[in-house]
């Protein structure tokens, strides 16, 4: 059985990461892979710089969602995630202030099936976005 972490970004609540993977843990067996949900704050600390997670989330061959496409943008971030093999889900916010509480956790319930099958299907590192409108672009270089 194979065996994923899924890491959710501190720009994401960490009730999310929580509710997932209790919501996840019974699917597990009949989906026969192992999806493990984390959440980057509560493993790793408050404020922990994306410099400092990446390499730890790579080493475990690691997934993260985030709604920080900074990570995609800015050129020794994105150098990181790739060299350390992380799995990147960007929701891409539909302003500046990032979506509303209830509207991001509905929208990833809503992509969970979606990004079940990125993961199993794609090697780290990757990248991948979507918008609340548009399902998972991969994103290439």
């Known amino acids: 059985m194979r065996k994923y972490k899924v890491y959710i970004d501190e720009n994401l ?3 999310l990461a929580k509710g997932l993977h209790e919501l996840q843990w019974p699917q597990n067996k009949r ?7 984390l959440s980057i704050k509560d493993t790793f600390g408050q404020g922990e710089q994306d410099e ?7 080493a475990e061959n690691g997934i993260v969602i985030t709604q920080d496409y900074r990570i995609q943008t800015q050129r020794h971030q994105k150098e990181l995630y790739i060299e350390c093999g992380v799995g990147i889900l960007f929701f891409s916010p539909p302003s500046k202030s990032g979506y509303q509480y209830w509207d991001l956790v509905k929208l990833v319930i809503n992509r969970w099936e979606e990004i079940k099958q990125i993961i199993k299907k794609d090697d780290t590192p990757f990248a991948y976005r979507c918008t609340s409108r548009k399902s998972f672009e991969k994103i290439e270089d």
């Open 31 to 37: 989906d026969n892979i192992e999806i493990q949900v």
């Open 52 to 58: 400092d997670w990446i390499p730890k989330v790579g």
């Open 13 to 15: 609540p960490p009730q």
